[in-house]
Every structure is written in C-alpha cells, then in structure tokens.
C-alpha cells in the first residue's frame, strides 16, 4: 500500500464542519488541500491499513506502520494520520491559532506523526499548500517536504512490523470474510 491508496474516499455530501473549517483556512490560498479535504476522509481512523484480528485478546491490530519516506530527512518519520474536521478544529482553537509556527510562519497543523510536532500545511506568501514536517524535539527549523498534500501522499508506503504477530507464521494463514477490513488468521 501506498500513497493515495491509504484514503478513503468521501461520499459526496456537504461537509457539515465546511464552514467552521473556512474560520481557519481561506481555501483561495490552499486550494489543493481543499480538493483533498473534499475527496478524501480525514482523520486517524480512516487512514485504510493492514491490520488484522488477533484472536487471543479479540482486538484488530496493525501488520505495520505508515512511514514517510524521504531521503532528504534524517531518520524515520511515521505518519499517524491527518486531522479529521473536528480534531483540526479543535487543534486550531486549542493550540494553532496562537501558535508560534501559525503566527511567525502561516503553518497550521493538519496532522499527527506519533511524537510532538506533526504535519504541517503552509497558508500564507509563499508556504501556501506547502506541506511541513516539524519535530520540536529537534533544532532543526520546518522541513519543507512536499509542494501540495497529493504530493505529500505519494512519499506515504506500508512498512511491515511483525511485533504484533508473533504467534501468526506467515501471510499464507490470512484471509478476509467478504465486507471486512482486516485480515484473519486460519487456525
């Protein structure tokens, strides 16, 4: 799996948080992440992943993780999925909004990579729907990492983790009941 392939697609209905969402972007100066919110759903959760049942403690698990591959960044960044409406509203009121990369940079965070900072969307001068990695826990300033959100997608691949799956011996034991979205283990 791989870039656009980890989203869902949006059934084409009124977003009912458009208008609460225009209080935070003028989509005029990010119109690819318009057309992207518009398409696709947001949020953790529907981030589309192989995962599977793991029969012991009756609970869906990851095979892997979603890593952002770039060889101009040092070290792994995994990507945790991006806000959906009412978690970038609520992350633009409670921290965004009054945010020194917003204030300074035009920078609004539009989601998560697993430790503090997170993905980054450009809205003013030249940053508009430039999309940024920002780690606080290094010195490094904003990386610049893709011009739009559709480019930002393509460095998005599958890594495999078989932590989770000790007691799985092989993919050859998995399969999918018609309509679900994980992977079972044949006994």
């Known amino acids: ?20 969402l225009k209080k935070i972007f003028d989509f005029s100066s990010v119109p690819l992440f ?9 949020g953790n959760s529907n981030l589309k992943r192989h995962q599977f049942l793991e029969t012991k403690f009756n609970n869906v698990v990851p ?4 890593l952002i591959k770039l060889e101009t960044i040092s070290g792994e960044y995994f990507f945790s999925g991006f806000f959906n409406e009412n978690e970038l509203i609520n ?19 539009i989601g998560d990579i697993g430790i503090g900072g997170g993905i980054f969307i450009g809205t003013k001068d030249d940053k508009k ?12 300033d904003y990386i610049l990492i ?10 998005l691949i599958f890594v495999e983790d078989k932590s989770n799956m000790e007691n799985v011996h092989g993919y050859s034991r998995f399969y999918k009941n018609w ?6 283990v044949k006994e």
């Open 1 to 20: 799996m791989k870039g656009l392939e980890f989203f869902k697609s949006k059934s084409h209905r009124e977003d009912s948080n458009y208008e609460e």
């Open 34 to 42: 318009k057309l992207f919110i518009s398409s696709f759903e947001l």
């Open 91 to 109: 992350d633009w009121e409670s921290y965004s909004v009054d945010s020194h990369e917003f204030l300074e940079y035009g920078l609004v965070r």
């Open 146 to 155: 893709s011009d739009n959100i559709f480019e930002f997608s393509r460095l």
């Open 63 to 66: 095979c892997g993780s979603v």
């Open 179 to 184: 309509g679900e979205d994980f992977w079972r």
């Open 129 to 140: 729907d430039k999309i940024y990695l920002v780690n606080w826990g290094l010195d490094e």
